[in-house]
């Protein structure tokens, strides 16, 4: 999962990402405290958001590890047949996960 943030500057409105590692709003608040202090890395602007302003979108990748995962499978075990079925399930099942781990933490707003 990946957080990231737009910038303030009215001329800059890029995308900015954080390398955290929390799962829910929760646990950033204890890594990080209620606000962030970043530098645009695209103007340099500094900006001060509350952690409710960020999102988090699924980490591409994981995803494309479990692509690669799941034909690396497919190639050692292409005699099988059942095990190249569920390998094609691997990819999905990652997308999936990610998905909902991102979904749930833009879900989640923390109140002061």
Known sequence: MTLYYY?????????????????????????????????????????????NRLHAEPNNFIIIAGVIAAILFSVLFWDLGFLTTLSGTVPIAIWMSENKKASNFNKVLIRD
């Open 7 to 51: 910038c303030s500057s009215q001329s800059c409105k890029k995308t900015n990402s954080i390398k955290v590692k929390s799962n829910n709003r929760y646990d950033l608040k204890c890594e990080i405290g209620i606000e962030i202090n970043e530098r645009c890395k695209h103007c340099g602007n500094h900006t001060k958001r509350h952690i």
